[in-house]
């Protein structure tokens, strides 16, 4: 039933397009290299709708534990808020066979998520995808959590799984399935949650060519984002929240207009 159910919403969603188009209706066409302040749910779909497939996931959806740092002494600062759709565990449902559709055949999913949860996500992928690997993220430091009855949590897991099957390219080498990579804290960081643009770009430059599709469901800070971009390969990224997407987009913006001035500068423009 579910699999008909998928068959049937990949055969209506085109019709219903092109339906659109004619009668001068309004549909909104996504494009390569953009973030979109929207319901990544509802943007996957159109993608789907207008045919654009990936050659890349990498995502860091909500871990579903209604996580919000209770270490700022600003408690009004967005750190300290409750991160949308951190209790629905629906949306991870919904979320994993649109991502099966809107990417190539033999191609990578890499999706973080925590400890807590772990099989949960592990449950939804493995429904669709074959999962290759249980990264451990080692972050550097650990959390607070409970001090007296808990240990510290060091980690996070990636799961990464295959559409088929994706090979890594040739030149990359077989890494181990334990990687260290310091958290962003301080200044840099703009997400509660953001990750490292050089473990993402490890993750990139493992699979992809420049001028590949990445996407990633759950922009936050941008910083998948701005990985691609950096290695010439294109994304395509939705952020529900307005205020996340601004303060990502932002730096996201700063960061191509200072690569774009390297290049005039590096190719003697000016």
């Known amino acids: 039933m579910q699999t008909l159910k998928r068959i049937t919403t990949l055969l209506i969603l085109p019709v219903l397009a092109a339906a659109l188009l004619r009668g001068g209706g309004y549909l909104m066409i ?3 290299n953009r973030v979109y302040n929207m319901n990544c749910l509802d943007g996957i779909r ?8 990936v050659d890349c ?3 860091d959806p909500p871990y579903l534990i209604d996580y919000k740092t209770h270490r700022r002494q600003d408690k009004q600062h967005k750190f300290c808020k409750a991160i949308q759709g951190d209790t629905d565990p629906q949306l991870i449902i919904d979320l994993v066979p649109l991502l099966f559709d809107v990417m190539k055949d033999n191609t990578p999913l890499y999706m973080f998520c925590g400890s807590d949860k772990v099989d949960f996500f592990k449950q939804q992928v493995e429904r669709y995808f074959t999962i290759k ?3 451990i993220w080692d972050k550097g430091n650990h959390t607070a959590g409970d001090l007296d009855a808990q240990y510290g949590k060091r980690y996070e ?4 799984a295959n559409k088929g099957r994706a090979p890594f390219n040739p030149e990359m080498p077989r890494y181990d399935d334990i990687w260290k990579y310091n958290k962003v804290t301080g200044e840099k960081q703009i997400h509660q949650n953001q990750k490292p643009t050089d473990l993402l770009s490890r993750i990139i430059r493992q699979h992809t060519r420049e001028g590949d599709l990445i996407l990633d ?16 390969r294109d994304y395509i990224a939705f952020e529900i929240s307005p205020t996340e997407y601004a303060d990502g987009t932002q730096w996201l913006d700063s960061v191509r207009s200072q690569v774009s001035i390297f290049d005039l500068i590096k190719g003697g423009t000016i």
């Open 30 to 32: 996504l494009d390569r």
């Open 57 to 59: 996931v990498i995502t």
């Open 217 to 232: 469901a759950f922009a936050g800070s941008c910083s998948t984002a701005v990985a691609a971009y950096r290695l010439q």
């Open 157 to 160: 897991i990636i799961i990464y």
């Open 46 to 53: 159109q993608m789907i709708a207008q045919d654009m497939r």
């Open 133 to 135: 690997n249980l990264i």
